[in-house]
């Protein structure tokens, strides 16, 4: 979905690296979500936020931070890369407004290495 | 905790063949239910939703579903799929008032032309 971006879309980093990877949102959505996909597990939530002042854990957060800059942008750090941070990263948006029925919205991903 | 499942890793199906993937989730209360796909290379993009009513609703590309409630399930459905419908499909659950949406593990759809 153009209207949702990630930076950078392919990264290869090494063991111990600090990483960051960004999204955007054009689509004036309040609620962000990090994911990583990894093969055979579907996608599992990382982070997400519901506000700029509201952060919150999702089930597999350990090893990750993030920053909610502003309504459009949601970042997410891997403070020392480690090799089984290796994945796909997706950012959603939805949109509080219809709560309870919040389809999200996925960027293209971030497909990152730790070698 | 809540869970969705789904029990085909990877479907290999010949073009025109008709193809039913399998969803079902363990929540009891009032949910919404999804489906995604993931063509090569690409990212998720939804391919249909139900919120209420009709338990069977159509989406994009010829695709349907059809929520079961007694069986807690959420079938896909295509009559007669095609080789461009090679991806990878996500069926996902949110229990109504909740913005935690939880994935299946997915099921790679290959079709042979």
């Known amino acids: 979905d153009a209207d949702v971006t990630q930076t950078p879309r392919n990264r290869i980093t090494k063991t111990g690296k600090r990483i960051m990877l960004e999204c955007s949102q054009t689509k004036g959505h309040d609620r962000m979500y990090w994911y990583r996909q990894d093969p055979g597990l579907g996608l599992r939530l990382i982070y997400y936020s519901f506000d700029v002042k509201d952060i919150n854990k999702g089930e597999i957060s350990d090893g990750y931070s993030v920053s909610r800059q502003a309504q459009a942008k949601f970042s997410l750090s891997l403070e020392s890369a480690i090799p089984n941070q290796t994945a796909l990263y997706f950012c959603?948006?939805?949109?509080?407004?219809?709560?309870?029925?919040?389809?999200?919205?996925f960027g293209p991903g971030t497909r990152l290495t730790v070698l | 905790a809540q869970s969705v499942s789904q029990h085909n890793h990877h479907v290999i199906l010949s073009e025109a063949a008709s193809l039913e993937l399998g969803c079902n989730y363990s929540?009891?209360?009032?949910?919404?239910l999804f489906w995604y796909v993931q063509y090569p290379g690409q990212h998720l993009q939804l391919l249909l939703k139900y919120f209420s009513g009709d338990p069977l609703v159509k989406g994009i590309k010829g695709f349907e579903a059809e929520f079961i409630k007694s069986k807690f399930s959420f079938n896909l459905r295509k009559p007669s799929v095609q080789w461009s419908d090679t991806a990878e499909y996500f069926c996902a659950v949110l229990r109504r008032g909740s913005s935690k949406i939880i994935f299946g593990s997915g099921t790679r759809l290959s079709i042979r032309p």
């Open positions: 929540y009891g209360g009032t949910v919404n």
């Open positions: 959603a948006t939805s949109d509080s407004l219809r709560d309870g029925y919040n389809e999200q919205f």
